[in-house]
T-cell receptor
Framework: GAVVSQHPSWVICKSGTSVKIECRSL??????MFWYRQFPKQSLMLMAT?????????EQGVEKDKFLINHASLTLSTLTVTSAHPEDSSFYIC???????????FGNGTRLTVT | KQEVTQIPAALSVPEGENLVLNCSFT??????LQWFRQDPGKGLTSLLL?????REQTSGRLNASLDKSSGRSTLYIAASQPGDSATYLC?????????FGPGTRLSVLP
């Protein structure tokens, strides 16, 4: 089946620093990447939708200057959390889709802890 | 706006039981519905995808049904095993719009 590789699986950083999370689609072309945030025992919260070669579309309430998304190729999308603060600590998950209405394929998530 | 709910929120069963997880959605204009499994601290693993034109899909011990008109889908797990313990989420899809349910936390006791 289709695989999305997400790295790192966990990261601890100091407040004020930036952290980059990568998602790669290994055996399909992810025309669209979705980035989610998940709080403990809660469902996924969509942060942004990114189509290859275009600017990401952010959900209401998500700061685009804080959560920078790059999707320059069909197999790689990155999320950079800039000037991270403790309240940014969360579980971040990406998912890829090769065409509209096709199945979603998820990465294994990244646990971010900001100290 | 699509809303997806899942009942029950949590379920604990002894090993070997057959069980049903429920997913309800408010807008029947969906293209497909997908069931996922999430283990603690992990991403989501796709289990089954049902197109809007289909009534059910089967994979091993899993069977998912879809009734678009009533806005319901069920995931049937036969002969449950401790390894089935996880959170199960359903998600409706319409193009690039995915709406996830809150999930059902399943514990299968040995």
């Amino acid at each position: 089946g289709a695989v999305v590789s997400q790295h790192p699986s966990w990261v601890i950083c100091k407040s004020g620093t930036s952290v980059k999370i990568e998602c790669r689609s290994l055996d399909f072309q992810a025309t669209t990447m979705f980035w989610y945030r998940q709080f403990p025992k809660q469902s996924l919260m969509l942060m942004a939708t990114s189509n290859e070669g275009s600017k990401a579309t952010y959900e209401q309430g998500v700061e685009k200057d804080k959560f920078l998304i790059n999707h320059a190729s069909l197999t790689l999308s990155t999320l950079t959390v800039t000037s991270a603060h403790p309240e940014d600590s969360s579980f971040y998950i990406c998912s890829g889709q090769d065409r509209s209405n096709s199945p979603l394929h998820f990465g294994n998530g990244t646990r971010l802890t900001v100290t | 706006k699509q809303e997806v709910t899942q009942i029950p929120a949590a379920l604990s069963v002894p090993e070997g039981e057959n069980l049903v997880l429920n997913c309800s959605f408010t807008d029947s204009a969906i293209y497909n519905l997908q069931w996922f499994r999430q283990d603690p601290g992990k991403g989501l693993t796709s289990l089954l995808l049902i197109q809007s034109s289909q009534r059910e899909q089967t994979s091993g011990r899993l069977n998912a049904s879809l009734d678009k008109s009533s806005g319901r889908s069920t995931l049937y797990i036969a002969a449950s095993q401790p390894g089935d313990s996880a959170t199960y989420l359903c998600a409706t899809a319409d193009g690039q719009n995915f709406v996830f349910g809150p999930g059902t936390r399943l514990s299968v006791l040995p």
